[in-house]
C-alpha cells in the first residue's frame, strides 16, 4: 500500500457521506454540507468537523486517540432543527462499530466525550451547538512513514 495520509476529520466525514450526508462541493452548496476545518457562511444549516487534540499516542505501539469536535449551525429560525441535527450525529458517530477506512486506517472506536452541548448564538443570531468525540484508532503504518511505533 503506498502512502495516503487521511485526516481524522477526513475519516468522520467519509463515514458521514457513507450515512447519506453530502461535503461542502462549492457553489451551490445544501443543507448540512459538511466542511472541514472551517465554517463556511453559507449555507446557515452547516456541519464543520474539527480535530481538537485527544489523548497521547501509545509510545510503543501505532495506536492513535484523537479527539474530534462536530459543529453544527442552524438557521436564525432553526433553533430546534440544528439541536436535532447534533443529537443524530451523536446517534450515528457514538458507538460505530469498528471499521478500515479507504487508506488502510483502522477506526476502532468512537465515544462521546459528554453530550451534546450548546455554544450559543453566532453574530448573524443562528443557533450552535457542539459534538464532542474521542477516537481510538491504528493507522495503517504505511500512512505514517519514519514512526518509530510498531503496529498492533
Known sequence: MAYQFVSYEDHIADLLVSKGYRRFVGASPLAWDITIGRMNDL?????????VGGNK????????????????RGGANN?????????????????????TAAN????????GIGTVGALGWDDKKRPEFVLNLSMITEPHPDNRPNSNREPL
Open 57 to 72: 499516542p501509545e509510545v510503543r505501539w501505532l495506536v492513535d486517540y484523537p479527539a474530534i469536535q462536530i459543529k453544527v
Open 79 to 99: 433553533f430546534k432543527a440544528a439541536r436535532e441535527k447534533a443529537e443524530i450525529l451523536s446517534n450515528l458517530l457514538v458507538g460505530q462499530a469498528s471499521y
Open 43 to 51: 449555507p446557515d444549516d452547516q456541519i464543520t468537523i474539527y480535530q
Open 104 to 111: 488502510g486506517d483502522r477506526i476502532v472506536s468512537i465515544g
